[in-house]
C-alpha cells in the first residue's frame, strides 16, 4: 500500500473527526418524502415469524443469518409490507399479471438505539458509529427481496433475479447509535425483463426522521432452469409518488443511455478534454520538470499534501478468497458484499492518499459483469482517479480468477466508482497521469466530478431542489 503510513484505528478516527463527520442530519426536501403515496386499496401487515420473513425476504434473511447465529431475529416485528386487503395472494405463475409498487412495497427497521446485538454487529471500530458497508450490503438484499415480490409469490423457485447495476447514491450524513436506521422501497418502473427498485434509508430519532440516502438498482429476471431473460408483471402507476418515481426512471435511463454513448470503452474523449489534458501536462512540465524532455513522467514522490502525485503511486490492491458464507440463494457470492469489499478498500486508498479519515459522499454506477464463483479468487484493484477541492474520486475494479482453472486470465468481475469527502486545512494532492490508461482513468473521475457538481444530489428534478454539490458541501 502507498501513502500515508499505517491503516485506520480509532486513534486516527478522534484525531481526523471534524464537523463534517460528526454532523447531526439536517432536515433535506426531496419529493420522495412530500408526494402523496397512500393507496386505499392496501393495507399494513408487520412479519414477525420466522416462515414470513424467510418468504418476504428470502436474501436479507439469509444475509442477517451470515452474520452469526439468530441474527435474523433482529427482523422479526421489524418489517413491514403492503398488502391488498381484499385479495389473496397472487402466484407467480401468471407473469402477465398487473402489479402495483404496493405489491412490492417492503419496509425494513433497524432498532441501533434499543438492540445492543445488532449495534454490536454494525458497529464501526470502537466508537458509536455504524458501518456504512454493512447498509450497502442490506441495500442490495432488500433491492432483490423486492424484486422477488414483484414478480410474485414463490418466484424464488422459478426465476433468478440478480443485480445488474446501481445508479449514484448520495450520503448526506453519518449514522451513530442516537439513531435508527429504516430502509423501505419498491419496484418503481419495468421493462420487459428488468425492473428497477427504489430504495430510501432514513435515519429515525426520539421525534424525528431524516433522509440519509436514496438508491436506485436495477434488476434483471432469468429463467432458473434455462438462465433466459423471463418477462416479469407490468407495473400499474396509482398514486401521485408512483407517477413522479416512473418519470425519475425515464430520465435516468436517458441518462445512462447518453453517458453508453460518450464511455471511454466506445469513444475517444472529447475535443475539450483532449485540450484539458494537454495544457494540463505543458503546465505540469513547465512548473515541476524545467528541464525534462517532454517524453518525461513524473517520478514517484511521497504522498505529501497540496503536491502533484503520479496516479501509480495510489493504487492498491488486496486478494479475496471466496467463501461459502457469503453466498446467495443461487449458490454465487453476494453483490452486497463485493460491494462492502470495494467500499472498505476504496475507504483505505483514499485514507492513505490524503492522511485525512474520509467521509463517503457518493457511491457511483455499479456494474455487474459476471457472477462471482463460490472458492474463486477475486482480486481488487483500487486508484484514485482525481481529487477536486476536498473531493477525493475512486474507481475500484474486480477481476476473478477460478481457482480450478489457474491458468485461464482473470475475468472482470465488477466496476465500483466512489467519492469521498476529505476534509483538511490543508490542500490535497493533485493527481497526475503518465500514460494513456490513466489519463482516461483521470478524465473518467473528472466527469463524474462535473456530473455531480450540476446535479441535485437527490433528484433531477426542479421540484423542491437542492442547492448544488458544492453548496450542498459548504452548509454542512
Known sequence: ????????????????????????????????????????????????????????????????????????????????????????????????????????????????????????????????????????EDLDALAADIAYKHVGEGSIDKYTIVTAGMDRVVMFYHVNRERDVCIRGSVTMVGNTSMEVRLLVLTVGESSSDLLSQATFSMVCRDKATYKAAKVPSLNLVTEYDKWCHQEGLAKREKRRLNQEKDFKRAPPLFEEISEIHKFYFDHLTTNYPNSSLASSP???????????????????????????????HNKIFGGHLMRLAFELASINAYSVTGVYPVLRSMDDVQFFWPVEIGSLLSLKSSVQYIESKLVFIVVAAEMTVTSSLDRPKKLTNEFHFSFLCDSIRPLPSIIPSTYPEIVNYLDGRRRSIEMAQENPVSSSSIHSLPSFPLLIQKL
Open 299 to 329: 517520478s514517484e514522490k511521497t504522498v505529501t499534501e497540496g503536491k502533484k502525485i503520479p496516479m501509480s503511486s495510489t493504487e492498491i490492491q488486496t486478494v479475496e478468497v471466496m467463501h461459502g458464507q457469503e453466498r446467495n440463494i
Open 1 to 136: 500500500m502507498s501513502g500515508g503510513g499505517g491503516g485506520i484505528t480509532g486513534e486516527h478516527l478522534l484525531l481526523n473527526s471534524n464537523h463534517l463527520q460528526v454532523c447531526l442530519p439536517r432536515e433535506i426536501t426531496s419529493p420522495d418524502l412530500i408526494f402523496n403515496n397512500e393507496n386505499e386499496e392496501y393495507e399494513w401487515k408487520q412479519l414477525s415469524s420466522k416462515e414470513d420473513l424467510f418468504n418476504y425476504l428470502p436474501l436479507s434473511f439469509a444475509l442477517q443469518n451470515s452474520r452469526g447465529g439468530n441474527a435474523w431475529q433482529s427482523l422479526s416485528n421489524n418489517v413491514k409490507i403492503k398488502q391488498k386487503k381484499h385479495q389473496s395472494i397472487v402466484s407467480s405463475d401468471s407473469s402477465s399479471l398487473e402489479r402495483t409498487p404496493c405489491d412490492s412495497f417492503i419496509e425494513i427497521y433497524l432498532p441501533f438505539r434499543s438492540d445492543a446485538d445488532l449495534f454490536q454487529r454494525y458497529k464501526l471500530f470502537e466508537s458509536d458509529r455504524i458501518r456504512l458497508g454493512k447498509i450497502i
